[in-house]
Nanobody
């Protein structure tokens, strides 16, 4: 069974940075899947933030371009999300997701089969 475990969330002040990690286990290699980060704030729908395909190509939703960076370490079998210049509106549960495709689909929740349990990011002003 595919397993994704997020970590790295926490409470930070606006302007700070965090690096979220998503460790993959049990038969999933991050370099052979489309990998993605999503987030969900209280009372809002889950939104896609960034994807990285098997070739290493990345995409970002417009609202996070320039502040968020998705990357992966194949040796550690881990996906990352670097978040800089944090804002209070970045407060949400952050999830990693995986889909067994070379090219990533749109950043839509139902396009991804595998999900982690999430890590909470709270940004205070």
């Amino acid at each position: 069974q595919v397993q994704l475990v997020e970590s790295g969330g926490g409470s930070v002040q606006a302007g700070g940075s965090l690096r979220l990690s998503c460790a993959a286990a049990s038969g999933l290699a991050v370099s052979t899947y489309c990998m993605a980060w999503f987030r969900q704030a209280p009372g809002k729908e889950r939104e896609g933030l960034a994807t990285i395909n098997m070739a290493g190509g990345t995409t970002y939703t417009d609202s996070v371009k320039g502040r968020f960076t998705i990357s992966r370490d194949s040796a550690k079998n881990t996906l990352y999300l670097q978040i800089n210049s944090l804002k209070p509106e970045d407060t949400a549960m952050y999830y990693c997701a995986a889909e067994p495709r070379f090219w990533c689909p749109s950043m839509v929740v139902h396009d991804f089969d595998y999900w982690g349990q999430g890590t909470q990011v709270t940004v205070s002003s």
